[in-house]
């Protein structure tokens, strides 16, 4: 229940006992004291927060009555659903396995409570009815120590059984000690791999964002790099087809249940869970769900010191692993591939991948790469920071480094990624991070094997798939490039970048009306898209679509992609004057920033040995945009030259 000012009512001294505990939300009080009322009027001892007395230290007591209480009865309802203090005291009770839920509004419990049958007080907001309190009345009655019936009620969390029902349950005080050997014995991985769900099994799975519970600073991030981490060791296991992290954290903040998530995921279970950190203490709860029934048949819980995080990511993985595949072998029982076991490492190590992915500007980049190097210093052995090292230094190369200096800066690159494969040969983000930086550095021969060991290392992996596709697009290959990033949509589906990417793909192939499904598609996901309308533009030019191509161009926000395509399309329209100013824009504002640019639109115009001379001094500057040389449509009128050719195979690309 949340704190109240109210201060008033009789208390119940500590020494009186059996209770009933009430948990609700401070909005829904009136429906609570109906409750209350309800179950005095049985001849029930309650304790609620109406009951502290003025100056009481409300975290201690409460927890002492929570703790000791025969039965927790908690009020769900669309406010209690959202209050942190009603998941924490709902978490203790189906943790003792005295949890009593109960609907005063028809709102469901938030996932991980739903494998208990709950009472329906209301089934909208309003009176409750009298048939529901009674039945809650009967239940809790049942669960009194002094009951005949014991604890046998229906509403509470199943009791560990005899060994000969092939059910079991998982015991929080059991899972404590023992890791996966615990599980294994006990409940957490021994239930889920013998039949909870029953029926047709699947292997498909999403790790839903883990919510941070209590504490006074945003924990958000070291919950979500547990559950980054959960998820990277699932993927890991080939026979699993596990949701990717940009579609499964859609679901952050949202009504959806878990048969809706499920259905838009395409995933037949869901992973979620709960972080609470206090100090050097985790606790951690993980819940599997079956998406085609919205249940949640069993949890696992963990109370740790805040270094066994590593033990809490392993036995999760390995028992979600085991019902998902009935499988355990190698380096796919959910094991540790690339990592560290140092706590101040992995929380420098997820700051890193914190700041990197919010992408906002220079600063944050070298933000990243400093907390990268931070993890690296303080674990040298750490794969995983020096391939998010190696990482940072591509992006920073590619974005803000001046050119004379970028041979220097991705060989810095390399061998931080170099590094991480030495480390972790079998960590496909090593490679991935390795044929990123050689690609980079525009040596696309070095770049093959390490992109074909991420992919054979990271096929369950989005991201990975992602960063393969890109590149077997960039070397010609559509048909691997298209199979790739298929796989990566099946695995990210609400991900709008991947659908720019496969629009890319697309482009580069010759599907131009393909091209602009995708773009569109990516658009639906993220209305406020980078680059969609240039990337529209340039498949409409494609098609012969000049005033469509004009348009989109124009609309582009980015003063780059407006000048580079309405330069040729003006051009192409027989406006002269407009496509070159179009160009003396653009060349002004960037001057050799945009070197790749005017190779492009002096190719389009015809200019061949202007377009030439640009190429030339793009090769000079290294710039960026020379990865896309090779299936680039826009450079097609100078394919056929010797120094066109000269320079692919100086690159690798052939």
């Not at 190698?330 to 706590?343: A, K, L, P, Y």
Request: glycine fraction near 10%.
């Amino acid at each position: 229940m949340e704190p109240t000012d109210d201060k008033s009512g009789e208390s119940i001294p500590a020494q009186e006992a059996p209770w009933a505990f009430v948990s609700y939300s401070r909005e829904d009080r009136p429906a609570a004291l109906k409750v209350i009322e309800a179950l005095k009027a049985a001849g029930i001892a309650v304790w609620w927060d109406g009951l502290l007395e003025g100056g009481a230290r409300y975290n201690e007591i409460t927890e002492d009555r929570l703790e000791n209480a025969y039965a927790v009865i908690v009020l769900w309802s669309h406010a209690s659903t959202k209050s942190h203090w009603v998941h924490d005291e709902a978490m203790r009770g189906r943790d003792r396995h005295c949890l009593v839920p109960a609907s005063i509004d028809g709102s469901e419990p938030p996932l991980g409570f739903r494998q208990f049958q709950c009472v329906t007080l209301a089934s909208k907001p309003g009176p409750l009815d009298p048939a529901g309190l009674a039945d809650l009345v009967q239940t809790v009655q049942r669960m009194h120590p002094d009951s005949r019936e014991g604890t046998a009620a229906h509403f509470v969390s199943h009791p560990a059984p005899s060994p000969d029902t092939g059910r079991f349950s998982v015991d929080r005080r059991l899972a404590i000690g023992g890791g996966i050997a615990a599980l294994a014995g006990v409940g957490g991985l021994a239930a889920w791999q013998f039949g909870v769900f029953g029926g047709t099994r699947s292997n498909s799975i999403a790790v839903l964002p883990f919510e941070t519970i209590g504490g006074g600073e945003d924990q958000t991030w070291f919950a979500d790099g547990l559950a980054a981490e959960i998820r990277a060791r699932l993927a890991q296991n080939p026979l699993l087809k596990v949701a990717a992290k940009a579609s499964s954290n859609t679901f952050r903040e949202t009504e959806a249940d878990a048969k809706e998530i499920a259905s838009k995921l395409k995933v037949a279970f869901l992973l979620n869970g709960d972080v609470r950190r206090e100090g050097d203490q985790l606790r951690v709860t993980a819940a599997l769900t079956d998406g085609s029934t919205g249940f949640t048949e069993r949890q696992l819980s963990f109370d740790r010191a805040i270094d066994g995080v590593f033990e809490i990511q392993s036995a999760i993985a390995a028992a979600v692993i085991a019902e998902l595949t009935a499988q355990i072998e190698g380096r796919n029982t959910g094991e540790q591939i690339g990592g560290t076991d140092n706590v101040a490492a992995y929380e420098a190590f997820l700051r890193g991948n914190e700041l990197f992915d919010a992408g906002t500007d220079q600063n944050t980049d070298r933000q990243a790469l400093a907390k990268f190097e931070e993890a690296v210093a303080i674990d040298p052995g750490y794969a995983a920071a020096h391939a998010g090292k190696s990482r940072a230094i591509s992006v920073i190369g590619n974005l803000y480094t001046a050119p004379e200096n970028r041979a220097e800066v991705y060989g810095s690159a390399a061998e931080a990624a170099r590094e991480a494969v030495r480390l972790a040969p079998e960590f496909a983000d090593g490679h991935s991070a390795l044929g990123f930086a050689f690609a980079n550095r525009l040596d696309m021969q070095a770049a093959r094997d390490p992109y074909e060991r991420s992919y054979q290392l990271g096929a369950g992996d989005a991201e990975i798939l992602s960063r393969y596709a890109k590149f077997r697009s960039r070397i010609g290959d559509a048909d691997g490039a298209s199979a790739a990033i298929e796989r990566a949509v099946g695995l990210d589906p609400l991900n709008a970048r991947v659908f720019v990417f496969y629009g890319n793909i697309a482009y580069a192939a010759g599907r131009y009306a393909e091209a602009i499904d995708h773009f569109d598609e990516a658009r639906a996901l993220q209305p406020q898209l980078s680059s969609y309308h240039y990337s529209k533009g340039l498949a409409q030019l494609e098609l012969g679509d000049f005033e469509a191509a004009r348009d989109s161009f124009a609309a582009d926000p980015f003063f780059v992609w407006q000048k580079t395509g309405g330069a040729i399309v003006e051009h192409k329209l027989g406006n002269t004057a407009a496509a070159k100013a179009h160009y003396q824009a653009l060349k002004a504002e960037y001057g050799d920033e945009s070197s790749y640019q005017y190779v492009q639109i002096l190719s389009q115009w015809g200019d061949i040995e202007g377009a030439l001379a640009a190429l030339g001094e793009a090769e000079r500057l290294r710039d960026s945009g020379l990865v896309w040389l090779y299936y680039d449509p826009l450079l097609a009128p100078i394919r056929e030259t010797d120094e066109y050719r000269a320079l692919i195979k100086r690159f690798g690309f052939v």
